[in-house]
């Protein structure tokens, strides 16, 4: 089956520490990945997606994600971390068994950036 | 929130009555997503629609309806058979590489 694992439910960082929240996912084929940020009480924005090509991808607001293949893992990083960083952010991969272009989420990650 | 508009922000209902929420989007997006977020559970898809005048089930489609009569727009009915409709209500549209989100509906049913 599909799906996408957030192990961590929430990361802890100091502002302009390096950050890391982690993703793994599990699907067939080549998969197309993304990350979402979700502010409180608004909808997900866009941060960054992997479709084909370099491994290192580079988003909105700094951030960037590392996939590897051989680990099946898109991690979100960012070299500097800031307070207003501090929101859910989600992963996710496109499901590829059929053409409906559906996401398949993961349950999120909490950042808290702390002054 | 990008072209996507969902309203209202926040809807208050009695247990046992129909809602409707709301979304357009001017994106010219042919499909859009009907999501459900509650607290430390990501992301539920409810309905989906790829193009006009069809929609599929989505993974927690019992007690919803929705309909697409325009491209601009994806109506969600949260009926008085979903157990448990209490919920941050999101809708989406894009296509084959990402999706955009609207803001958000909060749904209280007391």
């Known amino acids: 089956a599909q799906s996408v694992a957030q192990p961590e439910d929430q990361v802890n960082v100091a502002e302009g520490n390096p950050l890391t929240v982690k993703c793994t996912y599990s699907v067939s084929g080549n998969p197309y990945l993304f990350w979402y940020v979700q502010y409180p009480n608004r909808g997900l924005q866009f941060l960054l997606k992997y479709i084909t090509g370099d491994n290192l991808v580079k988003g909105s607001y700094g951030f960037e994600a590392e996939f590897n293949k051989s680990q099946t893992s898109f991690h979100l990083k960012k070299p500097s971390a800031l307070v207003s960083d501090s929101a859910l952010y989600f992963c996710?991969?496109?499901?590829?068994?059929?053409?409906?272009?559906?996401?398949?989420f993961g349950s999120g990650t909490r950042l808290l950036v702390r002054p | 929130d990008g072209g996507i508009t969902q309203s209202p922000k926040y809807l208050f209902r009695k247990e046992g009555q129909n809602v409707t929420l709301s979304c357009e989007q001017n994106l010219n997006h042919d499909a859009m997503y009907w999501y459900r977020q509650d607290p430390g559970q990501g992301l539920r898809l409810i309905y989906y629609s790829q193009i006009v005048n069809d929609f599929q089930k989505g993974d927690i489609a019992e007690g919803y309806s929705v309909s697409r009569e325009k491209k601009e727009s994806f109506p969600l009915t949260v009926t008085s058979a979903q157990k448990n409709p209490t919920a941050f209500y999101l809708c989406?549209?894009?296509?084959?590489?990402?999706?955009?989100f609207g803001p958000g509906t909060r749904l209280t049913v007391t």
């Open positions: 996710a991969v496109r499901d590829m068994v059929d053409s409906s272009y559906k996401l398949i």
């Open positions: 989406a549209s894009g296509g084959i590489y990402e999706q955009y």
